[in-house]
């Protein structure tokens, strides 16, 4: 089965810097790669994702980028906003074609104002 | 409706007891998930539906575990026996359709206590 890393567990940055966090996946059939933000208590929020034939994707201060070769993709978030603190995933899907999301064990983001 | 809806949102219950949790999807949505997140925890894959049937039911745990889905739409997930370890939030994702590239989208999730 797919196996997931993320990295850093957590990472604490000044307000307005750029914050990026890295997951490594094993499934190289993989396909689809979301990255999910969950504030306490709160629902994961879907807040970007790229599909394999794509290598990096934009949206405002979000981009998410990909490596198939590596196998890791990557999100970056520029000019970090206090509302920005919360726990990211990266969840891999594993190629059974069934969909299944494979977690990441989350990042704690701090953005200090 | 406007989004994935599940309840109860939270569940307290005797060990040993039998818990109903539901899950109701976006609607037109064929495809629905359980996952599962332990207290600080990653998000853990249970089973998978596609319209009615569940042709992946490989993340439940146990033979206490068992759900359903009736006429492509709301879905039941039942725990039998509740044990300790089965506290946790359950939640409930749906996606248009699925097969591995479609967004998916949570509910609340129903956190489930056992004493």
């Known amino acids: 089965g797919e196996n997931v890393e993320q990295h850093p567990s957590t990472l604490s940055v000044q307000e307005g810097d750029s914050a990026v966090i890295k997951c490594t996946y094993s499934?190289?059939?993989?396909?689809?790669f979301p990255w999910y933000k969950q504030e306490l208590g709160k629902r994961p929020q879907l807040i970007i994702d790229?599909?394999?034939?794509?290598g990096e994707k934009k949206d405002q201060r979000i981009a998410v980028t990909l490596n198939k070769t590596a196998k890791h993709f990557s999100l970056h978030i520029t000019e970090t906003q206090p509302e920005d603190s919360a726990v990211y995933f990266c969840?891999?899907?594993?190629?059974?074609?069934?969909?299944?999301?494979?977690f990441g064990q989350g990042t704690t983001l701090q953005v200090k104002p | 409706g406007a989004g994935v809806s599940q309840s109860p949102s939270n569940k307290v219950t005797e060990k040993g007891k039998d818990v109903e949790l539901r899950c109701d999807p976006i609607s037109g949505h064929t495809a629905l998930y359980w996952y599962r997140q332990s207290l600080g925890q990653g998000l853990e894959f249970l089973i998978y539906?596609?319209?009615?049937?569940?042709?992946?039911k490989s993340g439940l745990p146990s033979d206490r575990f068992s759900a359903e889905r009736t006429g492509g739409s709301v879905s039941t997930l039942t725990i039998q026996r509740t044990q300790q370890e089965d506290s946790a939030v359950y939640l409930c994702?749906?996606?248009?359709?699925?097969?591995?590239?479609?967004?998916?989208?949570f509910g609340d999730g129903t956190r489930l206590s056992i004493l």
């Open positions: 994702a749906s996606s248009l359709v699925g097969g591995g590239n479609q967004p998916q989208h």
């Open positions: 969840a891999p899907t594993e190629s059974s074609n069934t969909g299944k999301l494979i």
């Open positions: 499934d190289s059939a993989s396909n689809y």
């Open positions: 539906f596609q319209g009615n049937s569940a042709p992946d």
């Open positions: 790229i599909r394999s034939n794509v």
